[in-house]
């Protein structure tokens, strides 16, 4: 090969491989945040999983794009890993269908997918029209992409020294690696199988031969999913660890067969003269019989999983980290925004846990004071400042990707509802500020505003838990609900406000409580209105 061919390979490599990016990417902006509901709709049984893993993979062509994308929805709770083992056995046989559409011979058709997708984006405005039109054209810049890395490889029919190796090596462990290394390095197993078939079209390895390194294609893929696991939660790589797992099985076992019975003659009799019919068979083959065998013994996987990498307890005791947020490194867009909704949704709800606990032991500390709880009311604090900046350039990373508009609504909502969550955060240490300078200054309240302070903090809490994970759909009536409690935590702010005027005009408090009291009723009304402004954004990101 020369340098032309080299770059002509690269060159169709390229297209391959962007062609699967723009099919990924055309299904995400489909789909977009319904990807949640549709995973949590269609994995409810193992059959319903297998389908759900197979429809996508053969949708965007790719079960590495797949894969990735279950190890971010287990690292943030959105699947557990029972769901996740169906999805990667049919994600494996998803995979498969670019082999068979590649046997089809189609890619003389290809540049009409791919002028049909280009013209209809270009003279057509509608939006979902757009993103259909990206997956067509998508499909024909793969195959685009096939026929250029078949071409670039004709010159090694010439090459005695590679045909010599490729038809001459006994120990199949030697294929499987070769396969294993050269799909982990271009990362997509469908591009490695392309090109194992563009080089068995030309002649120059038999199916014998073929085969291993077939076999180490299915097991070099999962390379993308352990890289898109390394950061994140123990769970996410317990997906990754099942994907090894299914494929070293697979492969271990073809290995076997093939060396034990006449598998390679009777793919080659289904049909005849034409090894990359030949090649993808045997893919669809291994992939569908490792299901078949595995399918009953799914949740022992798991099971397996969980004892490879059991899970450690200072993962959960790490002061200060993010608990679901795990920034998505790998280039495939598929499910990326139900994935980023999903893990800061969760992650904005356990800042409002730590606000919500620091608002109620403020008042606590107000009633009656406690160095200690005070001292943890101040940690807490500094943690929901870090969950805050964390929070917010996640979502501010997330703005230069391209999404749904449905999805950046609610992405941009999210950084709406965190700068809240962080203000309420400071009005709660201000009242624990509130309850040093009672205890510095050695006063404290009547037992009527002690009262006063009671009923304060049972609306300040209810209107907090309102605004804990609104379901969806019913955002207006969460809204309502928080209209109502706000104008109810004004309403009780002017009339503790004159009973306090009342008390001083008696000297029945010193002015100094006087003083404090009235900055409390400032703070209580404050935290309403950020209730209200959370409860209202909530209500547009659903609009």
């Known amino acids: 090969m020369g340098i032309k061919d080299i770059l002509a390979l690269l060159g169709g490599l390229a297209l391959f491989l962007y062609g699967m990016q723009m099919m ?44 990735v994308m279950l190890v971010g929805f287990v690292n943030s709770g959105l699947m557990t890993l029972k769901q996740a083992v169906w999805v990667i056995m049919g994600a494996n046989i998803g995979t498969t269908i670019t082999g068979q559409l590649i046997a089809l011979d189609i890619g003389a058709i290809a540049p009409v997918f791919a002028f049909l997708g280009v013209a209809v984006m270009m003279f057509v405005k509608s939006e979902k029209v757009h993103h259909i039109s990206s997956i067509v054209t998508g499909l024909g810049v793969l195959f685009m992409g096939m026929e250029m890395m078949g071409g670039a490889m004709e010159p090694l029919q010439n090459s005695e ?67 898109a696991s390394i950061g994140m939660k123990v769970s996410a790589k317990r997906t990754t660890v099942i994907h090894l797992m299914f494929n070293i099985f697979g492969s271990i076992l073809f290995t076997i067969i093939c060396m034990v019975t006449p598998f390679v003659s009777w793919m080659e009799a289904l049909t005849p003269g034409s090894p990359v019919s030949q090649i993808a068979n045997v893919h669809t083959t291994f992939n569908i019989v490792t299901t078949l065998i595995l399918l009953p013994f799914g949740t022992y996987m798991a099971v397996i999983a969980t004892r490879i990498l059991p899970g450690r307890q200072e993962e959960e005791e790490e002061e200060f980290h993010l608990e679901y947020i795990s920034k998505f490194t790998q280039p495939y867009a598929i499910g990326q925004g139900a994935l980023a909704i999903s893990q800061v949704e969760n992650e904005v709800g356990r800042m409002l846990g730590l606000v919500e606990k620091n608002i109620s032991q403020a008042y606590d500390v107000l009633l009656k004071f406690d160095e200690k709880t005070l001292k943890k ?48 955060g400071d009005h709660a240490m201000n009242l624990a500020g509130y309850a040093s300078d009672l205890k510095g200054w050695d006063i404290d309240f009547s037992d009527t505003s002690k009262e006063e302070l009671e009923v304060m903090k049972k609306q300040c809490l209810e209107a907090l838990h309102m605004i804990n994970k609104p379901v969806n759909g019913h955002a207006a009536e969460v809204y309502e609900r928080a209209a109502a409690i706000e104008q109810k935590i004004d309403d009780t702010k002017d009339k503790y406000f004159k009973k306090q005027l009342q008390r001083l005009k008696k000297g029945k408090c010193k002015p100094q409580t006087g003083v404090i009291f009235t900055e409390i009723l400032t703070d209580f009304e404050r935290i309403g209105d950020h209730v209200k402004n959370i409860a209202g954004q909530y209500t547009e990101m659903e609009n």
């Open 377 to 424: 009311i101040k940690q807490r604090e500094v943690y929901v400042d870090y969950l805050n900046n964390e929070i917010s350039s996640y979502i501010v990373s997330l703005m230069s990707n391209e999404m749904s508009t449905p999805d950046s609504y609610k992405i941009n909502g999210y950084y709406v509802i965190t700068s809240n969550l962080e203000r309420i």
């Open 161 to 227: 020294a590679f045909i010599h190796f490729m038809t001459t090596f006994k120990n199949p462990l030697v294929g499987i690696l070769i396969g294993a290394a050269f799909t982990a390095v271009i990362q997509s197993s469908s591009a490695s199988v392309g090109i194992l078939q563009a080089l068995a079209a030309t002649g120059m390895i038999p199916l014998s031969s073929a085969v291993y390194i077939l076999f180490g294609q299915n097991i070099g893929t999962c390379i993308t999913a352990v890289l």
């Open 24 to 67: 990924s990417n055309g299904l995400e902006a489909a789909a977009g945040n319904k990807m949640k509901a549709i995973l949590e709709k269609l994995t409810s049984n193992r059959v319903k999983g297998v389908l759900v893993g197979a429809g996508i993979t053969a949708v965007i062509q790719s079960s590495s794009a797949t894969t």
